[in-house]
């Protein structure tokens, strides 16, 4: 069985996928990042009108995507404590690791899955950070 789930609530893909797909009783999340819901906006980046960076604040892209994953589970019939698997992916391990360790920490305190964390040179729009997901659904 296999059956894919997208959502008004969380982020717009940036390409042709669903946000998550259900595989028999595991559920897999397509790339998260922090973007709000029905725009581009992303929380913690501040640009000028010429798109140059002005403002960051990468504790509050961590805190959004963990929002629109919890949206995400949640919108196809699963829940954040069924969380089995999280791969982050940073574009800047150096500088935001230390914070991303501490915010994993608040929201996984009760539920701690198997994680990987994995830097990388870019991700496909201005966001610092972008979660993929494993996750148990009845």
Request: aromatic share 10%.
């Given at each position: 069985m296999s059956q894919q789930f997208s959502t008004d609530k969380a982020p717009k893909p940036v390409g042709?996928?669903?946000?998550?797909?259900?595989?028999?009783?595991?559920?897999?999340?397509s790339g998260v990042g922090p973007r709000k819901a029905g725009t581009d906006e992303i929380p913690g980046l501040t640009t000028d009108k010429h798109g140059n960076f002005i403002g960051f604040n990468f504790e509050e892209q961590c805190k959004s995507v963990f929002d629109n994953?919890?949206?995400?589970?949640?919108?196809?019939?699963?829940?954040?404590?069924?969380?089995?698997?999280v791969t982050v992916f940073l574009v800047d391990m150096k500088r935001d690791f230390q914070t991303y360790n501490k915010v994993y920490a608040e929201y996984f305190k009760d539920?701690?899955?198997?994680r990987t964390t994995?830097?990388?040179?870019?991700?496909?729009t201005a966001i610092a950070i972008e979660?993929?997901?494993?996750?148990?659904?009845?």
């Amino acid at each position: 069985m296999s059956q894919q789930f997208s959502t008004d609530k969380a982020p717009k893909p940036v390409g042709l996928y669903p946000h998550a797909r259900r595989v028999g009783n595991l559920l897999f999340l397509s790339g998260v990042g922090p973007r709000k819901a029905g725009t581009d906006e992303i929380p913690g980046l501040t640009t000028d009108k010429h798109g140059n960076f002005i403002g960051f604040n990468f504790e509050e892209q961590c805190k959004s995507v963990f929002d629109n994953v919890r949206t995400i589970l949640e919108a196809s019939g699963s829940s954040w404590d069924k969380l089995v698997d999280v791969t982050v992916f940073l574009v800047d391990m150096k500088r935001d690791f230390q914070t991303y360790n501490k915010v994993y920490a608040e929201y996984f305190k009760d539920n701690q899955p198997c994680r990987t964390t994995v830097g990388i040179d870019a991700l496909p729009t201005a966001i610092a950070i972008e979660l993929k997901c494993i996750a148990t659904i009845d």
